[in-house]
């Protein structure tokens, strides 16, 4: 990676992807060699410069197929390495909106969900990287890894709410605003043990990583479950067993909650 020139393409209702990459990845990385398009609208555009050189890989994300399938297929002429960002948060979000979406139109959902701000916010201040934003947040869900946190607040944010999910780590601080926020805003999500165990041993599977992987041991899971409890006990807040309830229910379960939160408060 850090070897590689990166180039970042977008048009502007699809820029925040792109920002997310550049914060979350690549600066992680320590890559420098990075050059951002993200106001790029018509097909001409492309055209119109040279983005495309050796020794480089190009991520895009382009509501228009046509301006994704053109930088696609530019990429395989070129042999240069390619991600389209954009199909794969679409196809992250359409296995959320498949499942609950009643019948509703799926390509439609995700095109007003990819424009959604409160979706913006939710992509924006996934898994703790902007602690600030937990002032401006309806709701903070925490968790362990692979409770569904982002899942769950993608979803949420569809629904209007401004959603930040904070993962709980032993190893890892809370951030100070977590505890300068009224206890109501926050919702823990909890699993059984051995459920847990089996979601992170499929996913390690799915990243190549071996099954005998302390993440997914029982020791290590009930470390993690122990804090997660001394956790909520010390913020007092509510928690949400999800072991056995789908995205949608714990959704209903914590609009409840608000809507409990929200009477109070008058």
């Known amino acids: 990676m850090q070897n590689e020139k990166v180039w970042i393409l977008s048009d502007k ?8 990459l550049v914060r979350n990845y690549f600066m992680q990385e320590l890559q420098i060699d990075i ?16 983005i495309y050189e050796d020794d480089q890989i190009v991520y895009y994300a382009f509501e228009n197929k046509i301006m994704s399938e053109f930088i696609k297929d530019k990429c395989k002429q070129l042999n240069i390495k390619y991600f389209d960002v954009y199909a794969v948060v679409y196809n992250f979000l359409g296995s959320i ?15 007003q969900s990819l424009r959604n701000n409160h979706v913006d916010f939710a992509l924006l201040n996934d898994d ?13 869900i925490i968790g362990v890894s692979r409770t569904s946190k982002t899942p769950l607040s993608i979803y949420m944010s569809n629904l209007g709410y401004k959603v930040t999910n904070i993962p709980l780590v032993p190893e890892i601080d809370l951030p100070d605003e977590l505890f300068k926020i009224e206890p109501n805003k926050i919702i823990a999500l909890t699993m059984d043990p051995s459920r847990l165990i089996e979601i992170r041993k499929e996913r390690i599977k799915s ?4 099954v005998d992987s302390g993440y997914a041991t029982l020791e290590r899971v009930n470390i993690e479950l122990d804090y997660s409890q001394k956790v909520i006990q010390k ?7 999800v072991t056995h309830i789908s995205i949608e229910e714990t959704s209903e379960r914590i609009k409840k909650l608000i ?6 408060q008058k």
């Open 13 to 20: 209702n699809s820029k925040t992807l792109t920002h997310i």
């Open 35 to 50: 050059k951002i398009y993200d106001d790029l609208n018509e097909l001409g555009q492309l055209h119109n410069f040279n």
């Open 97 to 111: 909106f498949s499942k609950i979406s009643k019948g509703g139109n799926i390509p439609s959902i995700l095109e």
């Open 128 to 140: 703790g990287i902007n602690p600030q934003s937990i002032y401006e947040s309806d709701i903070v």
């Open 207 to 210: 990243l190549g990583i071996p």
């Open 235 to 241: 913020l007092n807040c509510q928690s949400i067993d």
């Open 259 to 264: 809507d409990i939160r929200r009477e109070q």
